[in-house]
């Protein structure tokens, strides 16, 4: 993978335009490095980066995987233009709904956005205490938005701080208490798997309040399956697809086990400074996560500190970095529709 020195982009008109609709499958691709035209926006510069992902300000200082943009690989990926997606949001409503990597994704969104908006007087940022946080770009009356349901439909786990819970209870058949939050949304970007990577998980029939529910330990998929035929048949009577755009975001890869990539068996994505070149890998970039360069909610013990592998977040994303692509993509595709 050779350093690109200019960066060729068609516009999305034209890149979606005739034949091209079916012959370019986006997501059939190689990484680029690209230090020219990426990053798409600085980490220091985005006043709403979150700590979870701000890898550079928590001490890391090799930053190539900024550098990486994702090249299909019968056509070109279309720049990323703010102005002309906060255009399209004038008086509207986006929002992202999930877990944090679905958070994460927004707040990558956000950082695209907020380098466009330079007066800052016409932006900020509106935390309610709930499960909803707002960006709103006030010059074009558009909110870009982000909705705490991990697994969504109602659960345990839905307090957007107090959510470490042992053990996880789901509503299968219960939506609406998320959902009345996005009923007029004008595009809706899900996303819901993290959380449901146990073997079972207990569901309740009745409410959380009632004790006379009815609790029963399910199969994951089982559990799964339940819960998004809920969240269908809520999107199929609730939403007008004449108005919204809906998208369910896949499974995000983790690098948890070094193995996977022919290191020890013992190790992770800790120490990672490359991604992945060897062709046919689910996913290549194990240099992306933050690791130990993160925010530490929690008081790290000697026992930990003495094993940072312990401690590496192996699963969410640094930014700027894979997000702003996942970003460029949804980018493609609201456009194309």
């Known amino acids: 993978?050779?350093?690109?020195?200019?960066?060729?982009?068609?516009?999305?008109?034209?890149?979606?335009?005739?034949?091209?609709?079916?012959?370019?499958?986006?997501?059939?691709?190689?990484?680029?490095?690209?230090?020219?035209?990426?990053?798409?926006?600085?980490?220091?510069?985005?006043?709403?980066?979150?700590?979870?992902?701000?890898?550079?300000?928590?001490?890391?200082?090799?930053?190539?995987?900024?550098?990486?943009?994702?090249?299909?690989?019968?056509?070109?990926?279309?720049?990323?233009?703010?102005?002309?997606?906060?255009?399209?949001?004038?008086?509207?409503?986006?929002?992202?709904?999930?877990?944090?990597?679905?958070?994460?994704?927004?707040?990558?969104?956000?950082?695209?956005?907020?380098?466009?908006?330079?007066?800052?007087?016409?932006?900020?940022?509106?935390?309610?205490?709930?499960?909803?946080?707002?960006?709103?770009?006030?010059?074009?009356?558009?909110?870009?938005?982000?909705?705490?349901?991990?697994?969504?439909?109602?659960?345990?786990?839905?307090?957007?701080?107090?959510?470490?819970?042992?053990?996880?209870?789901?509503?299968?058949?219960?939506?609406e208490k998320h959902a009345r939050y996005w009923t007029d949304a004008d595009i809706l970007v899900f996303n819901s798997y993290l959380w449901w990577r146990r073997p079972h998980i207990k569901v309740l029939w009745g409410s959380f309040e009632d004790k006379n529910g009815i609790y029963k330990e399910v199969e994951m998929l089982r559990s799964y399956e339940m819960a998004l035929k809920t969240w269908s048949d809520w999107l199929e009577i609730q939403v007008d697809r004449a108005k919204t755009q809906l998208f369910f975001i896949s499974m995000s890869p983790t690098h948890e086990r070094a193995e996977e990539w022919g290191a020890s068996n013992d190790q992770n994505c800790y120490n990672e400074t490359n991604l992945i070149t060897k062709e046919g890998y689910a996913e290549y970039r194990k240099e992306g996560h933050p690791s130990t360069y993160r925010k530490q909610w929690e008081t790290l013990s000697e026992e930990q500190l003495s094993n940072p592998s312990s401690y590496s977040d192996c699963i969410h994303w640094c930014l700027p970095g894979v997000p702003d692509v996942w970003n460029e993509l949804l980018y493609a595709y609201i456009f194309r529709q």
């Open 1 to 175: 993978m050779g350093i690109i020195n200019k960066v060729q982009y068609t516009s999305v008109d034209d890149m979606f335009s005739g034949d091209s609709l079916s012959e370019c499958n986006l997501f059939s691709g190689k990484w680029v490095f690209d230090n020219t035209s990426y990053p798409l926006y600085k980490e220091k510069e985005c006043k709403f980066m979150s700590d979870q992902l701000a890898c550079n300000k928590f001490g890391r200082e090799d930053l190539s995987y900024q550098n990486w943009r994702w090249q299909p690989h019968h056509c070109d990926l279309p720049r990323f233009n703010a102005t002309r997606l906060l255009e399209r949001l004038r008086n509207k409503r986006m929002v992202f709904v999930g877990d944090s990597l679905n958070r994460g994704q927004w707040v990558s969104m956000v950082c695209l956005l907020d380098s466009s908006i330079k007066d800052p007087n016409l932006k900020f940022m509106n935390y309610n205490g709930s499960n909803l946080i707002s960006f709103k770009a006030v010059g074009y009356n558009a909110s870009i938005e982000f909705y705490w349901a991990p697994l969504l439909v109602e659960s345990n786990s839905d307090d957007p701080v107090n959510h470490k819970l042992p053990e996880r209870i789901v509503r299968s058949q219960s939506i």
